[in-house]
Nanobody
Framework: QVQLVESGGGLVQAGGSLRLSCAAS????????MGWFRQAPGKEREFVSTISRSGGSTYYADSVKGRFTISRDNAKNTVYLQMNSLKPEDTAVYYC????????????????WGQGTQVTVSS
């Protein structure tokens, strides 16, 4: 069992940056690949990025490629999402998730979810 708690959301102007953090409980954090998803009002939850257990492999949605960077610190049981050059269309609740799969970019592939953190980008 893994419990996930996101933080770092907030209000930022377009072009600005935010860094999201997701702290995981338990001593098996390094055995999970981690992902970030987001859900805007009235829309489906969508994949943003994922990182492998060791952090050596990452994958991004086309909409954030080149602007967002996912990373993890297994010693701190934490995964991060650095978001640069933010756009109003990035406004959403951001969720982190954990999976036993090597890599996953579908919502149903993740077993554990955090409660989410709100990111609002003003124009």
């Amino acid at each position: 069992q893994v419990q996930l708690v996101e933080s770092g959301g907030g209000l930022v102007q377009a072009g600005g940056s935010l860094r999201l953090s997701c702290a995981a409980s338990g001593r098996t954090f390094s055995s999970y690949a981690m992902g970030w998803f987001r859900q805007a009002p009235g829309k489906e939850r969508e994949f943003v990025s994922t990182i492998s257990r060791s952090g050596g492999s990452t994958y991004y949605a086309d909409s954030v490629k080149g602007r967002f960077t996912i990373s993890r610190d297994n010693a701190k049981n934490t995964v991060y999402l650095q978001m640069n050059s933010l756009k109003p269309e990035d406004t959403a609740v951001y969720y982190c998730a954990a999976t036993n799969r090597y890599r996953a970019d579908r919502r149903y592939e993740y077993e554990y979810w955090g409660q989410g953190t709100q990111v609002t980008v003003s124009s």
